[in-house]
């Protein structure tokens, strides 16, 4: 059984790893240097705001990860012959 502490911690990690990869790749561009190339600066700032949507997404409620979660390998029930 998992306490409190172990279910905060798998509700908000993929929350704060989206959020800080679309924050660097918002700022990528600026920081390093090529804000000038217009074909990685879009590219940048797209996949950067689609990495902070997907944080927002995140299951926030620790039955939501249950729901529609795909069966781990090794896992599954045994093939019935």
């Keep these: 059984m998992r306490g409190p502490i172990i ?3 798998f509700i908000l990690a993929p929350f704060i ?3 800080l990869i679309g924050i660097v790749c918002i700022a ?7 804000s000038d190339e217009t074909a ?3 590219f940048f700032l ?3 705001v689609g990495e902070v ?4 997404m995140t299951a ?8 529609g979660a795909a ?5 599954s029930e045994p093939l019935s012959g």
């Design 7 to 9: 279910g905060l911690l």
């Design 17 to 19: 790893t989206d959020m």
């Design 28 to 34: 990528a561009p600026f920081v390093l240097g090529f």
């Design 40 to 42: 990685a600066l879009v």
């Design 46 to 48: 797209v996949m950067g």
């Design 53 to 56: 949507g997907a944080a927002f």
């Design 60 to 67: 926030w409620e620790p039955g939501d990860y249950k729901a």
């Design 71 to 75: 069966p781990r390998p090794g896992r």
